[in-house]
């Protein structure tokens, strides 16, 4: 079982940029991205469920950044607009064999699989 993180980079405050997640080995019931940023704690962006579970934003990214699954690539989507300075970080995929009730998908914790991390530096 792998996850295979690509995308991000550097972009302009306002600007776009996404990140992909791509799963090998099995399908999971939930797949998430966290972040962490310089000095700070990894915290919860988003996660998405398979079999038509639900989409869960971290209050700080809702109405910018959207997660989508690609079920035949087994990949997820994560596309940043409206980017800001602090949403500066490593961002990291992580995936959990079964789903999580959306209580629970902000704890890394709950998480078996992590990805490598990918930049996204917004420069303002």
């Known amino acids: 079982v792998q996850l295979q993180a690509s995308g991000g980079g550097k972009v302009q405050a306002g600007g776009s940029v996404s990140v992909d997640c791509a799963a090998s080995?099995?399908?999971?019931?939930?797949t998430a991205w966290f972040r962490q940023g310089p000095g700070q704690e990894r915290e919860f962006v988003a996660s998405i469920n398979s079999w038509g579970g639900g989409t869960y934003y971290a209050d700080s990214v809702k109405g910018r950044f959207t997660l989508s699954r690609d079920s035949a690539k087994n990949t997820v989507h994560l596309q940043m607009n409206s980017l800001k300075p602090e949403d500066t970080a490593v961002y990291y995929c992580?995936?959990?064999?079964?789903?999580?009730?959306?209580?629970?998908?902000?704890?890394?914790?709950?998480?078996?699989?992590w990805g490598q991390g990918t930049l996204v530096t917004v420069s303002s």
């Open positions: 992580a995936a959990r064999l079964n789903r999580l009730v959306a209580t629970a998908v902000d704890r890394p914790c709950r998480y078996d699989y």
């Open positions: 080995g099995r399908t999971f019931g939930t």
